[in-house]
């Protein structure tokens, strides 16, 4: 395990240097979820990329900081954990929330951005109303409820059938997050919208979504990318939103056929 303290928090996290000196493939999780989620695809990516999986602030290992937060407080803890790993560009690859941090972190440091991939998010996520009534329940119940709420949201229901004891652990991941850190992620998702940003992303982008996402269906990841100029366009089959953890091997796939590609564009 490795930590580091950038500006007031301590973030938990994992460095692989890789075999190919370009800028490191940094992995943002999900609402709800630690850098786990990201295992089995950095494992099948084998050592080929440097790559970055860190806590954000509020989830995992990670400080609870001060929440609520902005995206703006997620996109702070990014630049300054590549300075500290002295990292100056990325490519960054987010899963929902991770996806609307993605999108902020290159509209304020486009020249550290290499490319984007966005897993499973849109523009905007969600409705004030809906994350108001959410931020609530979890002060009021916890994070149990939650988490029962959004398997079904989250797995397919072959993974449900099939996976049992790996949708208990995901369960139980969920559960075991800091109340606090969650709702305070959700009033950063709450105040994000990046419709009219995503025109003015210039880096080369692909766009994933889930077959069967219940949190952002494929038509909603859809309407990202036709914001986005020139952002390529993928749907995953029998996936749902954690499409890393249900198909690691074909989100590791398209992440390594991606960023082979902006290697070369870089040459």
């Not at 809906?130 to 029962?148: C, S």
Request: aromatic share 8%; charged share 20%; proline share 6%.
């Amino acid at each position: 395990m490795a930590f580091a303290r950038i500006a007031d928090i301590v973030l938990h996290y994992d460095f692989n240097a890789g075999d190919d000196g370009g800028p490191p493939i940094v992995f943002l999780n999900s609402l709800g979820t630690d850098f786990r989620i990201w295992r089995q695809v950095v494992d099948t990516l084998g050592g080929a990329f440097p790559t970055l999986l860190y806590d954000k602030r509020g989830h995992g290992l990670s400080d609870l900081g001060r929440p609520p937060y902005t995206i703006d407080d997620h996109v702070n803890d990014i630049a300054g954990l590549l300075d500290h790993l002295g990292r100056q560009k990325a490519v960054l690859c987010g899963l929902s929330v991770g996806g609307l941090i993605a999108q902020r972190f290159q509209q304020r440091y486009p020249s550290r951005v290499q490319g984007l991939i966005l897993c499973g998010t849109a523009h905007r996520v969600g409705t004030e109303a809906g994350w108001n009534d959410r931020i609530t329940r979890v002060r009021a119940e916890g994070l149990a409820p939650i988490a029962e709420m959004v398997m079904p949201l989250w797995f397919t229901p072959a993974f449900h059938r099939d996976r049992a004891s790996e949708l208990a652990g995901y369960r139980n991941m969920v559960s075991r997050q800091s109340p606090e850190g969650y709702a305070g992620t959700c009033a950063a998702i709450r105040d994000a919208d990046y419709t009219a940003a995503a025109a003015g992303i210039t880096v080369p982008t692909l766009c994933i979504a889930g077959d069967q996402d219940g949190s952002t269906p494929p038509d909603l990841v859809r309407s990202l990318a036709d914001l986005i100029p020139g952002a390529r366009f993928e749907v995953l089959q029998q996936a749902a939103h954690i499409m890393c953890v249900e198909q690691p091997a074909a989100v590791a796939a398209l992440v390594r056929d991606f960023v082979t590609d902006l290697r070369g564009a870089r040459k």
